[in-house]
Every structure is written in structure tokens, then in C-alpha cells.
């Protein structure tokens, strides 16, 4: 099983930039859908991104679309967000995530779901002022 460390996030005026990191440990992110899920107080914790590893394709959720960036680095085993114009509502601690993928087709898809978590990173807080 892949270990996740993550790291990136901390405080920015809105319309500014973050990047978080999420590496794997232990072994590679082959087979593995990575991505990250989001959770401000209060509310229940939501997809945001993912990225199939073996394939490259992506999924974002409707809110970040356009803004947010997800890529993957193959030789460092590590999957990049970049999220650029920050808004106040973004604010979260950004968990990373990975789904073990099984068969070749399944491998190529970047859907990742909550309850097929296998690996949770450490969570990093990402705080947007307005």
C-alpha cells in the first residue's frame, strides 16, 4: 500500500496561488488514481481533482475547473495541484488521496471515490483571505 506525503498549502490573498505536492512512499503511484479531496469547518468533505497515473487523464470537480491544474511527475512519483485564482471559498485542509485501480481499463481512469480510499495523506490547510 502507498503511503502519501504531502506538502504546499498555508495563507494567500484571494486571486493568488498554491501548489501542493503529494508523493508517493513505499512504492510508485502504478496503478493508482491520485487526486484530492477538500473539507472547510463545517461542511462535508468533497472531490476535488484526481489523475490517473497510468494514463494521465484528469477529473476535476465543476467548482475548480478552469483554475486548478493537476500533473503528474513521473520520475519523482509525486502529483502536483496548482491552484491558481484563489477564492475565499476554497479554504480547506486538502487531504491527498489514493485509489488502487484494478485491470487495464479501470487503471486509466482519474474517478476516485471516498469510500475506495486506500491511502489518505496528512492534510495541509489552505486558507484563502478575502
Known amino acids: 500500500q502507498v503511503q502519501l506525503v504531502e506538502s504546499g498549502g498555508g495563507l494567500v490573498q484571494a486571486g493568488g496561488s498554491l501548489r501542493l505536492s503529494c508523493s508517493a512512499s513505499?512504492?510508485?503511484?502504478?496503478?493508482?488514481?491520485v487526486g484530492w479531496f477538500r473539507q472547510a469547518p463545517g461542511k462535508e468533505r468533497e472531490f476535488v481533482v484526481g489523475?490517473?497515473?497510468?494514463?494521465?487523464?484528469?477529473n476535476y470537480a465543476d467548482s475548480v475547473k478552469g483554475r486548478f491544474t493537476i500533473s503528474r511527475d513521473v520520475a519523482k512519483s509525486t502529483v502536483y495541484l496548482q491552484m491558481n485564482s484563489l477564492k475565499p471559498e476554497d479554504t480547506a485542509v486538502y487531504s491527498c488521496?489514493?485509489?488502487?485501480?484494478?485491470?487495464?481499463?479501470?487503471?486509466?481512469?482519474?474517478?476516485?471515490?471516498?469510500?475506495?480510499?486506500?491511502?489518505w495523506g496528512q492534510g495541509t490547510q489552505v486558507t484563502v483571505s478575502s
Open positions: 488521496a489514493a485509489q488502487r485501480k484494478y485491470g487495464i481499463t479501470s487503471s486509466l481512469s482519474p474517478l476516485i471515490g471516498a469510500d475506495q480510499v486506500d491511502s
Open positions: 513505499g512504492r510508485t503511484f502504478t496503478g493508482y488514481a
Open positions: 489523475i490517473s497515473w497510468n494514463s494521465g487523464s484528469t
